[in-house]
């Protein structure tokens, strides 16, 4: 129980350092750890003309590249299918443009932050 709870508070930690980083970039906060029907997103955050689903990750550099790719394969399409259910229940968020960004952070002596915004 106590790895369990270690690991869900660095996720928590590596969230709240997304949510600052996009913040200091223009971004509100609009949900933090969002439940929808074929997802749970990390962060939903909008800025002047973007509505942005946001997916943390933390792993080892040398994993970084099959984070991506495990991210790819097993949770984009469900993100983006929350997201377009997200779209049609909120008609008011329909003038944003739509990004799915993935923030890595990779452990290192000098943690990296990767940044990948993909289009829907």
């Known amino acids: 129980m106590q790895k369990i709870q270690n690991s869900y508070n660095i996720g928590l930690w590596h969230e709240i350092k997304a949510q600052k980083l996009l913040e200091s970039k223009g971004y509100t906060t609009l949900h933090h750890n969002y439940r929808g ?13 973007y509505l942005a689903f946001v997916e943390v990750k933390k792993t080892n550099l040398e994993y970084k590249h099959n984070t991506l790719e495990k991210f790819l394969r097993n949770q984009k399409q469900r993100i983006l299918g929350e997201l ?16 799915l960004i993935l923030l890595i952070f990779a452990k290192t002596k000098q943690p990296d932050l990767y940044l990948y915004y993909l289009t829907p």
Not at 37 to 49: G, N, R, V, Y
Not at 85 to 99: A, G
């Open 37 to 49: 029907q074929f997802a749970q997103i990390d962060l939903i955050m909008k800025s002047k003309k």
């Open 84 to 99: 377009y259910l997200f779209y049609k229940t909120k008609p008011s968020f329909k003038h944003y443009k739509p990004i």
